[in-house]
């Protein structure tokens, strides 16, 4: 039984899509008793190629909301050096072609360019190192900000303790995640932002995602679409019930994912492989 979640690859801006699975994701799937994938645009990818479609099993958050002892949002936040009135906005997790970290730029930029006192936290260690060309790509995210006069609006939070990336996160005003392939179950940033109530913008899946209510769990844009993300922030940095109508979503869903059901569900399949 193996599971697969491969991402595909996208070039600079450019909307990656759906791809087909790999074959050794196929080889591997095909000699297993049964596949696991952890997400709707995987089974969909994958099923065709297989005799039984594969079971679905999502992962859950890669960082639950437990912040330091003693957190309080007001003081965190103070001592990164946000005012009162600014708005703060989270990107969690390693910055990779497939993730939209030129249009979250691209974005803030236009923010900025309008009046809004906005601020940008990456939140996490930069790049992993799986791929190699994910360090060309943050350098290019690097240059976009200096570009554009960024620099004193953009915190860069680097590694740090699950605990203080729950207080960083608890400590934003909206978290995004332009995903040039799509919303998606299978990341762990998505389902650390859900678990920790934030409102989240994101964009539109590659396949259809049931649990998605756009509006009302997340808020979804057009993949590739710089303006189009400004556009909805500025809509929801001036709307404080449609954020709060956006963080209940998130919680109620991120409900859904919890690790004792996900071990329990694949406990279940194993058991009845065995049967």
């Given at each position: 039984?193996?599971?697969?979640?491969?991402?595909?690859p996208?070039?600079?801006?450019?909307?990656?899509?759906?791809?087909?699975?790999?074959?050794?994701?196929?080889?591997?799937?095909?000699?297993?008793?049964r596949?696991?994938?952890?997400?709707?645009?995987?089974?969909?990818?994958?099923?065709?190629?297989?005799?039984?479609?594969?079971?679905?099993?999502?992962?859950?958050?890669n960082?639950?909301?437990?912040?330091?002892?003693?957190?309080?949002?007001?003081?965190?936040?103070?001592?990164?050096?946000?005012?009162?009135?600014?708005?703060?906005?989270?990107?969690?997790?390693?910055?990779?072609?497939s993730?939209?970290?030129?249009?979250?730029?691209?974005?803030?930029?236009?923010?900025?360019?309008?009046?809004?006192?906005?601020?940008?936290?990456?939140?996490?260690?930069?790049?992993?190192?799986?791929?190699?060309?994910?360090?060309?790509?943050?350098?290019?995210?690097?240059?976009?900000?200096?570009?554009?006069?960024?620099?004193?609006?953009?915190?860069?939070?680097?590694?740090?303790s699950?605990?203080?990336?729950?207080?960083?996160?608890?400590?934003?005003?909206?978290?995004?995640?332009?995903?040039?392939?799509?919303?998606?179950?299978?990341?762990?940033?998505?389902?650390?932002?859900?678990?920790?109530?934030?409102?989240?913008?994101?964009?539109?899946?590659?396949?259809?995602?049931?649990?998605?209510?756009?509006?009302?769990?997340?808020?979804?844009?057009?993949?590739?679409?710089?303006?189009?993300?400004?556009?909805?922030?500025?809509?929801?940095?001036?709307?404080?019930?449609?954020?709060?109508?956006?963080?209940?979503?998130?919680r109620?869903?991120?409900?859904?994912?919890?690790?004792?059901?996900?071990?329990?569900?694949?406990?279940?399949?194993?058991?009845?492989?065995?049967?």
């Amino acid at each position: 039984m193996r599971a697969c979640g491969a991402a595909a690859p996208a070039s600079p801006m450019r909307c990656a899509r759906a791809a087909p699975p790999c074959p050794a994701c196929r080889l591997r799937a095909r000699r297993s008793a049964r596949a696991i994938v952890t997400n709707a645009e995987d089974q969909a990818r994958l099923s065709p190629h297989l005799p039984h479609p594969p079971a679905l099993i999502p992962i859950g958050a890669n960082v639950e909301p437990q912040p330091p002892t003693g957190f309080v949002r007001s003081d965190w936040r103070e001592q990164a050096g946000v005012g009162e009135d600014e708005v703060v906005l989270a990107y969690f997790g390693f910055l990779s072609e497939s993730k939209g970290g030129e249009e979250l730029v691209q974005a803030l930029a236009t923010l900025r360019r309008r009046g809004l006192p906005v601020r940008l936290w990456f939140i996490g260690g930069q790049v992993g190192s799986a791929d190699p060309s994910n360090r060309a790509y943050l350098e290019r995210v690097r240059a976009l900000i200096a570009q554009g006069g960024l620099e004193s609006w953009v915190r860069w939070t680097g590694y740090v303790s699950p605990a203080e990336v729950s207080a960083n996160l608890l400590a934003a005003d909206l978290c995004v995640l332009p995903y040039r392939d799509g919303i998606s179950f299978r990341r762990g940033s998505l389902m650390a932002a859900l678990a920790h109530g934030l409102p989240i913008v994101s964009t539109y899946p590659a396949v259809p995602i049931p649990e998605i209510a756009d509006g009302r769990n997340v808020s979804l844009v057009p993949a590739c679409d710089a303006e189009a993300l400004a556009t909805r922030l500025v809509a929801l940095i001036a709307d404080p019930a449609a954020r709060r109508l956006l963080s209940e979503g998130a919680r109620r869903l991120a409900g859904r994912f919890g690790w004792a059901s996900i071990a329990a569900r694949t406990a279940e399949l194993y058991r009845a492989l065995e049967g």
